[in-house]
């Protein structure tokens, strides 16, 4: 896919991204002294969804990746999805929601 056209269709991944954040439905975690939260990281082809440890928020995820593959009609390939746990004390929870 044309990197023009990957950046116009992933735009439509941050709005819904927006969106859950709107309806405290997804919460990022907290980085830096002012306490600035950070949901959503992309990179050139890598997205990285950042959350605290609720399995709300891995549920949000999860269907937010549905919907990105109905409306863009992209798949998402989840054998290479991964969730991974840092400083997390109940893997099974995370493991659970997926």
Do not use: H
């Amino acid at each position: 896919m044309e990197p023009f056209l990957f950046l116009l269709v992933v735009e439509g991944l941050v709005g819904l991204v927006r969106q859950v954040v709107k309806k405290n439905l997804y919460c990022g975690v907290e980085r830096g002294s002012n306490g600035t939260k950070v949901g959503l990281l992309l990179f050139v082809d890598d997205t990285l969804f950042m959350y605290d440890t609720k399995v709300q928020n891995a549920r949000v995820i999860k269907a937010i990746l549905r919907s990105f593959e109905m409306v863009s009609r992209l798949r998402v390939n989840f054998f290479k999805t991964k969730i991974k746990g840092l400083g997390v004390t109940s893997w099974v929870a995370l493991q659970q929601a997926a």
